[in-house]
Nanobody, 123 residues
């Protein structure tokens, strides 16, 4: 499985951004895909995830109500829509994938990773 994340950029606090994670390789419908982020000097943290086939989703408390994870089967792409962005949302965002039927919140559970895409939030 190859993953490519993109869509990061500079946004003002209160604004919105949509990140994309394009998957290629073996059937994406068997994947769980998650978004993680890592800010400078901080540990990597789980943001959101979904089970591709079951439309089940999960969110970190820090983004609940502001983040929406979704997928487009035709494009083999998972999206993370982030609204009401805060300066503390600034980080490098990564998408990751694994072949299991649960949404893990630890990075160690995901063997496939895309490159990061940087989100900067100006206050």
């Amino acid at each position: 499985v190859q993953l490519q994340a993109f869509g990061g950029g500079l946004v003002q606090a209160g604004g919105s951004l949509r990140l994309s994670c394009a998957a290629s390789g073996r059937a994406s419908s068997s994947l769980t895909v998650a978004w993680f982020r890592q800010a400078p000097g901080k540990e990597r943290e789980f943001v959101a995830g979904l089970i591709w086939s079951g439309i089940s989703t999960a969110y970190a408390d820090s983004v609940k109500g502001r983040g929406t994870v979704s997928r487009d089967n035709a494009k083999n792409t998972v999206f993370l829509q982030m609204d009401s962005l805060k300066p503390e949302d600034a980080a490098v965002y990564y998408c990751a994938a694994a072949r299991f039927s649960a949404i893990g919140r630890r990075g160690e559970e995901y063997p496939y990773w895309g490159q990061g895409t940087e989100v900067t939030v100006s206050s």
